[in-house]
């Protein structure tokens, strides 16, 4: 595989799952981990498209060549029976000439659209990776953001939603002000 492939996907993957977690306004502990997350989801998204094409490739082509191949048959039954038709009403043709020369025609033109099995399997891998790369990477990066919740909820920092208050500014409940003027609940019987 491409260098620029085998790291830049994956790269893109992480960076995507990480910008996007952070756009949602998510802590930056759990940011980062959604993009190593994103990341090894979208380099396992990549690896089992190769996979899949791999395995599948040749019996999708091999169905599809037989299709193709019958189509090829069908193709030529008809022109049989074409020419068995004109023969029957007395037109004076030479039906091996003409036969051979259309189906001579059809097969070339046939054969020149169906790609070589090498060039089918890499397309089926890139069709594969189209789908598979990004929705990986997504569900990576969101179990990289679940993941961020459990030093969250152990108070590390760098996990945490809350914002950084200073104790001594003038709405903290730290200042002997705020203690003094802070309700307190009653209740009533």
Known sequence: ?????????????????????????????SSVLAGLAGGAGAAGGLVAARKLAGKYAPDIYKAGLSAKQGFDIDIINELVQ??????MEGVPIDPATKLKAKVLEKSAAMSEKIP???????????????????????????????????????????FQQNVITDPELAGSSNTPMARASTPTLRYIS
């Open 116 to 158: 070589g099995p090498e060039q089918f399997q890499r397309g089926l891998g890139k069709t594969l990776a189209a789908g598979l790369v990004p929705g990986s990477a997504a569900l990576a990066g969101l179990g990289g953001v679940a993941a961020g919740a459990i030093p969250g909820a152990m108070g590390v920092p760098g």
């Open 82 to 87: 074409a020419e068995n038709r004109a023969q």
């Open 1 to 29: 595989m491409r260098p620029l492939l085998k790291y830049g996907v994956p790269l893109a993957g992480g960076l995507a799952a990480a910008g996007y977690a952070a756009s949602q306004g998510e802590d930056p502990g």
